[in-house]
Each structure stands twice: as structure tokens, then as C-alpha cells.
């Protein structure tokens, strides 16, 4: 089956950016969405189909998508983007829903 | 503002049943297909089962089918999940979640509840 494939755990130090990658076969084929979660909260959108920023998620995200590899980076990172992020796909032939295992995004 | 609250969890013990239920408000129920995700105590996102906005469509995950049943009401605006024959490794935080369609991405969340299947 479909499987995809993210790093446990990403650091960066603030104001750089940083990278996490969704690595599955052919997933540029696919819409990928991204979803952003805090200690202790609900997930929250932060990129739709590869690329697409929802209201209110700052600019300093943005997705890419091609070959085997999604990707989520984020420019300036700041402490509050610490979080567990979660990169999704819809697999059509079998009418699924499918995650990622989640990156940790620490900010040092 | 869009809210969705859950409610309905709790303790239950192996074999038993639990439903839960999800109140929408905030924006046009029966425009957006609904789903219910879980995340086991420290482990990652887990799609359980999405729901077309009509209701005459649904699918569910392997881990599931044939013991969880999902379903809504549009005229009271609220999600269900009925769930038989539970197992320990169902115990999970649930949440609600709605998207414009059943491919589309999750756009609202709720809060979550916690189901604890235990003896």
C-alpha cells in the first residue's frame, strides 16, 4: 500500500528556514496537504494541495511537490512554529486517506 | 466562527460500544463531506472514516471497518461515530473534521475527545 514517508524529527535554529520532506512513490501525481500541530491541540491546515496557503498562515510557509518528494519549508522559522507537522494525501484507488508518520520541528 | 465540538467519550471496556457525536456551527453543514480522525496517546494522525455531505457516501479505514459506523444528521447539523466491538488499541483522541469534499483537505477541526478502551 501507499506509504508516506516523513522525517521524525527536523531542527533549526531561529530565523532560518526549514525544510520536511514527505517522500512517497510518484507523489508529485498527488495533492498533498500539510497540517501543523501544537503540544496538546487540534491540527491545523498550513498548505493545500502542494502549494496553496489557507487565510491567516503567514508566508513564510509554502509547499513544493515533484517526483518522490513533497515538501514543506518554512522561512524564519520562530519559536512558536515548534510544533509536530503532518503531510496528507487522498490515494484514489482505494478511497483513502493516508498520513504521514509527523516531523518534530524543533527550534533551537 | 466555525466550531465543531465533540462529545460522547469516555471509559468503556473491551467488546463494548461508544458513540460520538460532533456539533457543527458556524457554516453550511451539508456542503462539506465530514470525517473523524484519531491519534493514539503519543503517536501520530490516523484517518478513521469520512462521510459525504448528503450522507450517502462514506468509507472507512482497514483498521475499522465492519465495527465503526459513521453518519449525520444535516438537519441538526451534528457527525456520529458509532463504535462496536472496541479494542484496546482504539483508545485514541478523536476528532471531527470537514473538508469541501471527501478528497479535500481538512479545512475545520475540532478540539477532540478521548476514548480510553480499557478494563
Known amino acids: 500500500s501507499y506509504v508516506l514517508t516523513q522525517p521524525p524529527s527536523v531542527s533549526v535554529a531561529p530565523g532560518k528556514a526549514a525544510k520536511i520532506t514527505c517522500g512517497a512513490d510518484?507523489?508529485?501525481?498527488?495533492?498533498v496537504h500539510w497540517y501543523q500541530q501544537q503540544p496538546g491541540q487540534a491540527p491545523i491546515l498550513v498548505i493545500s494541495?502542494?502549494?496553496d496557503r489557507p487565510s491567516g498562515i503567514p508566508e513564510r510557509f509554502s509547499g513544493s511537490n515533484s517526483g518522490n518528494t513533497a515538501t514543506l519549508a518554512i522561512s524564519r522559522v520562530e519559536a512558536g512554529d515548534e510544533a509536530e507537522y503532518y503531510c496528507q494525501v487522498w490515494e484514489t484507488s482505494t478511497e483513502h486517506w493516508l498520513f504521514g508518520g509527523g516531523t518534530k520541528l524543533t527550534v533551537l | 466562527e466555525v466550531h465543531l465540538l465533540e462529545s460522547g467519550g469516555g471509559l468503556v471496556q473491551p467488546g463494548g460500544s461508544l458513540r460520538l457525536s460532533c456539533a457543527a456551527s458556524g457554516f453550511t453543514f451539508i456542503d462539506y463531506a465530514m470525517t473523524w480522525v484519531r491519534q493514539a496517546p503519543g503517536k501520530g494522525l490516523e484517518w478513521v472514516s469520512t462521510?459525504?455531505?448528503?450522507?450517502?457516501?462514506?468509507c472507512y479505514a482497514d483498521s475499522v471497518k465492519g465495527r465503526f459506523t459513521i453518519s449525520r444528521d444535516n438537519s441538526k447539523n451534528t457527525l456520529f461515530l458509532q463504535m462496536n466491538s472496541l479494542r484496546a488499541e482504539d483508545t485514541a483522541v478523536f476528532y471531527c473534521?470537514?473538508?469541501?469534499?471527501?478528497?479535500?483537505?481538512?479545512?475545520?477541526w475540532g478540539r477532540g475527545i478521548l476514548v480510553t478502551v480499557s478494563s
Open positions: 510518484n507523489i508529485g501525481r498527488e495533492s
Open positions: 473534521a470537514g473538508g469541501y469534499s471527501r478528497s479535500s483537505e481538512f479545512v475545520y
Open positions: 462521510i459525504t455531505g448528503s450522507g450517502t457516501g462514506t
Open positions: 494541495n502542494d502549494s
